[in-house]
T-cell receptor, first 113, second 111 residues
Framework: SQTIHQWPATLVQPVGSPLSLECTVE??????LYWYRQAAGRGLQLLFY??????ISSEVPQNLSASRPQDRQFILSSKKLLLSDSGFYLC????????????FGQGTRLTVV | AQSVTQPDIHITVSEGASLELRCNYS??????LFWYVQSPGQGLQLLLK??????LVQGIKGFEAEFKRSQSSFNLRKPSVHWSDAAEYFC?????????FGAGTRLTVKP
């Protein structure tokens, strides 16, 4: 069966520090991978999605970047965090394009202080 | 581009009462529609999905949803709400490569 791992679960970082959140999927190959951010009371905002290694699409220009160095690994990064980067970050994967549902990790609560 | 609107930010219902959460979508082709539930501090769990065929779909935990193309709606229903249903609910539309979510509806259940 397929599983998705996301870590860390919680993170407190100072303003201006770097960020690296990692997501890995097991039990499938060539998944579509996604990073979402959920700010308080604002639903899920799609940040990045990837259909293959080194193929990243950015939805919102901002202080974050994503990379996919391996087929089942998706990394969310920032060189210098801002206070506005605080939120709940969710990684997700889909088996195929279009029709199938997304499966979510347990999320990372990021607080920038 | 596709989009999803959930008009109700917060809904309160009494335990045992019926529930309907609204969802309207905008998409140029046949939509793939989903409802997810999120407990506090957790990831999202799929309740049900619609791809084609029967417009009334059944999901887990006693939920159902009805796709109405003429109204561009995909409302979620449950005939009798349980206290454990208190959570946040998200409607989503899945396009070719991406998936877009509504802002969510927070459900509070009164005893």
């Amino acid at each position: 069966s397929q599983t998705i791992h996301q870590w860390p679960a919680t993170l407190v970082q100072p303003v201006g520090s770097p960020l690296s959140l990692e997501c890995t999927v097991e039990g499938t190959s060539n998944p579509n991978l996604y990073w979402y951010r959920q700010a308080a009371g604002r639903g899920l905002q799609l940040l990045f999605y990837s259909i293959g290694i080194d193929q990243i699409s950015s939805e919102v220009p901002q202080n974050l970047s994503a990379s996919r160095p391996q087929d089942r690994q998706f990394i969310l990064s920032s060189k210098k965090l801002l206070l506005s980067d605080s939120g709940f970050y969710l990684c997700a994967w889909r088996r195929d394009r279009g029709s199938t549902e997304a499966f979510f990790g347990q999320g990372t609560r990021l607080t920038v202080v | 581009a596709q989009s999803v609107t959930q008009p109700d930010i917060h809904i309160t219902v009494s335990e045992g009462a019926s529930l309907e959460l609204r969802c309207n979508y905008s998409y140029g082709a046949t939509p793939y529609l989903f409802w997810y539930v999120q407990s506090p501090g957790q990831g999202l769990q799929l309740l049900l999905k619609y791809f084609s065929g029967d417009t009334l779909v059944q999901g887990i935990k006693g939920f159902e949803a009805e796709f109405k193309r003429s109204q561009s709606s995909f409302n979620l229903r449950k005939p009798s709400v349980h206290w454990s249903d208190a959570a946040e609910y998200f409607c989503a539309v899945g396009a070719f490569n991406d998936m877009r979510f509504g802002a969510g509806t927070r459900l509070t259940v009164k005893p």
